[in-house]
């Protein structure tokens, strides 16, 4: 895909990310690809660096003595924090002989060509969530393809308050072939009587697909299923050897029989602020481009346990109000990710004279930039106790709320 391109291969662990970000920003492209991989694109490298500390040293030596001659090697495993910015600005524009102009544009042009190669006169369908991710992707589609993308939004009853209507309008009139599938009935069932959040996921992964697959029927024939895949997904899921920390349900959780011919993923190596700045190329809305990140598997992971319609309304109102508070007080701008969760614990409180025993809502808000890690964000103590007396008030059989003040790590961003 680039006539420059450093390879990345990792032995184990998240440090390749964190050096996949480094090489990027010193306008260098880079792929990042596992050891365990046997399609590592060696002859498209112009150089390698090794990453990672959980490869043996005969693992390592295996890989070596497999590469062309000549190509520069940068061994990185237990020592990526060590290595200076001046040694790999020496390993790229000495010993690669990289020129360093990589940049944004340039992805988007190359993705662009892909895209055109790859799908050819075929159909596609677009998993479209109305998130940055998703909205990105239709954009790359829509100027790839034109008429042949179609972009299928399944509102699974999982939603924020008002966000099925809000995607549809935005969307509906935009060229881009916008079905709307209303699916909510389905999910429930689906997911009544489940509680153990991996188990939710793949459920709610393996019946989008199954939606999909109806809507393409419906259709004609399609060739291709699209994803806004980025790349914290794919390594999260636990995908090429690394530890599962969630199965996302568009990685982990798709099931194995796929009805289409391939997966197209065209941000599958971004970082969310890259795919962000691909949406500014692409001539994206702002308000599209900065909006708020939000789970494929929607608010069934922010319902810890089993997922039930009171539990449903409950969230969303919480949730509402919560976003409505950092916007009026100026904070939106700020916060990587903010919302609420719905623990499914109850405790007791007082309404009045009277004695309840309702839910309690917990709040999470965090700065990140790559979303692998972040910190708790110092919400003003103002502004948490107007949230806070808002939700009581306002969200029905809610009487407690507390706020998440950990990190990732140790947490995870989403509770589930």
Not at 26 to 36: A, L, R
Not at 71 to 94: C, G, Q, W
Not at 150 to 170: P, Q, T
């Amino acid at each position: 895909m680039q006539r420059e391109m450093i390879l990345i291969v990792n032995f184990g662990g998240h440090e390749s990310q964190v050096v996949a970000r480094r090489v990027r920003k010193m306008g260098v492209y880079c792929e990042v690809c596992f050891y365990t991989s046997d399609k590592l694109p060696h002859k498209s490298a112009t150089g390698i660096i090794l990453t990672g500390g959980n490869g043996d040293l005969a693992t390592k030596d295996g890989l070596l003595r497999t590469l062309p001659l000549g190509i520069p090697v940068f061994d990185m495993t237990d020592n990526t924090a060590d290595v200076s910015d001046d040694k790999l600005n020496h390993f790229f524009f000495t010993e690669c002989r990289v020129s360093g102009g990589w940049c944004m544009d340039e992805y988007a042009q190359d993705a662009l060509e892909t895209l055109r190669t790859q799908i050819g006169t075929g159909r596609v369908l677009l998993a479209l969530s109305g998130g940055v991710d998703s909205s990105v992707v239709a954009a790359l589609l829509s100027k790839a393809v034109g008429s042949q993308l179609y972009c299928i939004f399944v509102d699974h009853g999982l939603m924020r308050k008002n966000e099925g209507d809000e995607i549809e309008a935005a969307f509906s009139d935009s060229g881009m072939n916008f079905i709307r599938v209303n699916a909510q009935e389905r999910f429930l069932n689906k997911l009544a009587g489940i509680s153990d959040p991996e188990k939710k996921r793949k459920i709610i992964g393996e019946e989008f697909i199954r939606v999909f697959e109806e809507e393409a029927a419906k259709l004609g024939h399609v060739d291709f299923l699209a994803q806004g895949t980025i790349y914290p997904d794919i390594i999260e899921s636990g995908i090429g050897g690394t530890a599962v920390i969630k199965s996302h349900h568009n990685v982990g959780g798709l099931p194995a029989n796929i009805d289409f011919k391939e997966l197209v993923e065209p941000v599958r190596l971004l970082f969310k602020d890259e795919v962000r700045e691909l949406g500014r190329v692409l001539g994206l809305p702002e308000y599209l481009v900065s909006r708020q990140p939000f789970p494929g598997p929607g608010l069934g992971v922010r319902v810890v346990g089993e997922v039930t319609r009171e539990k449903l309304d409950i969230l969303r109102e919480a949730d509402y109000i919560f976003r409505d508070e950092i916007d009026k007080a100026g904070l939106a701008g700020e916060i990587g990710q903010y919302f609420a969760v719905l623990p499914g614990m109850r405790s007791v409180g007082m309404t009045g004279d009277k004695r309840t025993y309702d839910y309690t809502i917990a709040l999470r808000a965090v700065k990140t930039v790559d979303f692998m890690t972040a910190q708790w964000t110092r919400i003003p103590y103002e502004v948490l106790d107007a949230v806070a007396e808002r939700i009581i008030k306002e969200a029905p059989h809610v009487n407690r709320v507390v706020y998440d003040i950990t990190g990732k790590p140790p947490g995870t961003i989403e509770w589930e």
